[in-house]
């Protein structure tokens, strides 16, 4: 696990460098220096504004301000207080550096400005990284997510245009489960690039969702679908989106639009048939708390008389028409995610998760019928309603059979097949099953 964080955060590390500055005939200079090592920063800081004062186009003045407001930095415990430091820091040795360059001047100083910069953004980018994996060389803190990302950020103040430390600072946001900070980050991450990847896009769409933001989501997704149309992960997420704001008919179209760039493809196949059921799904879970509602009213009708039994048996009659609507309308969408499931099984023929999704297909329409059975008061019309639901079972059971067929050391497939064989009264099998299933 670390190593990976590693190898995902490795850069060039910069070596230390420590350069000696030349003589310095400036007084006040001097004094500044002298200040620096014996760390009475107040006192340096009044020096060098002294010597701007007497000359403001003193570039080492300017240097040494930045040297004396990185010390600052670095010598404060409180790594979340370095911040304004270092903006100062930063703030002063651009003006050196373009200070020496107007000036054409070639000194020490004017090396180390640029040095100095990398030297203490690679210091808070690795010490960032350190807490982040948990380094035990590091001293240890009871939120060690937390100084890490108080590093990262000193990173990036040091350096704003780091976009690893951004990028990391990103990601670490998520692991500690601030997912609104993570999309603040990773919105600059893929400002920055000029090109950013698929997995950037990916990212920051996760983020959006995770806080239920779907229509940031959303415009994030539809920009990275438009660059990388054949990212099934980026064009499921999108139709996932649409979903989640009740567009089904878009979520349904999008996916289609990347069947069209490969209609061979079985795993686009298989990624539109389970985002059609899951819509059906959803409708399903409506129905079945129709039915339990069906149940209950028709067993308080048995209990009235009058006007009162008229007023029940008309409102079970309005929601058993309302939840057979539902039922039509799932059956259309199930229908169309098992013809897709086909369509992938016949370009993949050994596709297990096809067979597997089937299965929970035809075992989920199965256990709706079972719930149809017990709220319908007709015995005959119920024995009917039971033996649809047991041809949808048996059908669970042959592509679930299949799946296990492709890979028998699932045991999910065969804790499925226990519960199908189950109910189908076929103990032995079942018995079998529950032993392949480790339960």
């Known amino acids: ?40 920063y107040d006192a340096a800081l009044a020096s060098l504004d002294q010597a701007l004062v ?22 404060n415990p409180q790594v979340q207080n370095r911040k304004d430091s270092y903006s100062k820091m ?49 001293p240890q803190v009871n939120a060690p997510l937390e100084v890490a990302v108080s590093h990262f950020e000193n990173a990036v103040i040091i350096n704003p245009d780091s976009i690893i430390s951004i990028d990391v600072l990103a990601e670490v946001h998520r692991m500690s489960g601030d997912y609104a900070s993570a999309a603040v980050a990773m919105e600059k991450v893929i400002e920055k ?44 997420k999108l139709a996932d989106t649409y979903t989640n704001q009740n567009k089904n008919d878009e979520a349904i179209q999008v996916l289609r639009k990347l ?12 990624v539109l048939s389970t985002q059609i059921y899951n819509i059906a799904d959803e409708i399903n879970q409506e ?24 007023a029940a048996e008309n409102t079970i009659k309005s929601l058993f028409e309302e939840t057979q609507n539902l039922e039509n309308e799932a059956d259309v969408l199930i229908a169309q995610a098992i013809e897709e499931l086909k369509i992938s099984l016949q370009y ?15 075992q989920n329409k199965a256990a709706s019928l079972f719930e149809k059975r017990n709220a319908t008061e007709d015995n005959n019309l119920a024995a ?30 065969w804790r499925s097949l226990f519960q199908v064989y189950t109910t189908l009264g076929m103990m032995d099998k079942a018995e079998a099953a529950m032993e392949k299933a480790g339960m």
């Open 287 to 310: 129905i079945s708390q129709n039915y339990d509602s069906l149940i209950t009213l028709n067993r308080d009708a048995r209990r009235l008389s009058g006007a009162r039994k008229t």
């Open 384 to 413: 009917e309603i039971n033996e649809q639901a047991n041809e949808y079972l048996r059908e669970a059971m042959t592509n679930y059979e299949k799946a296990v067929e492709i890979d028998p050391d699932n045991q999910n497939y």
């Open 348 to 362: 993949d023929p050994q596709n297990q998760n096809a067979y597997y999704t089937l299965g929970v297909v035809n």
């Open 193 to 236: 690039k000029s090109q950013p990847d698929a997995i950037d896009y990916d990212r920051l769409a996760s983020y959006y969702l995770q806080v239920g933001d779907y229509s940031k989501a959303e415009n994030v997704l539809i920009e990275g679908t438009e660059v990388y149309p054949d990212s099934v992960s980026l064009v499921q």
């Open 1 to 40: 696990m670390k190593k990976n964080f590693y190898r995902l955060l490795s850069f060039a590390v910069l070596a230390t460098i420590i350069i000696s500055c030349g003589g310095e005939t400036n007084p006040l200079i001097k004094e500044a220096k002298d200040g620096i090592k014996a760390k009475n």
């Open 54 to 75: 007497e000359d403001s186009s003193n570039a080492n003045a300017y240097y040494y301000k930045g040297v004396v407001y990185s010390e600052m930095a670095q010598n």
């Open 90 to 138: 930063r703030e002063n040795l651009l003006v050196a550096m373009n200070m020496f360059e107007v000036q054409n001047v070639k000194s020490v100083e004017a090396i180390e400005s640029q040095l100095l910069i990398d030297r203490m953004w690679g210091t808070e980018h690795n010490m960032g990284v350190a807490y982040a994996v948990g380094d035990t060389t590091v």
């Open 259 to 270: 069947i069209d760039t490969d209609p061979s493809n079985p795993l686009y196949h298989l």
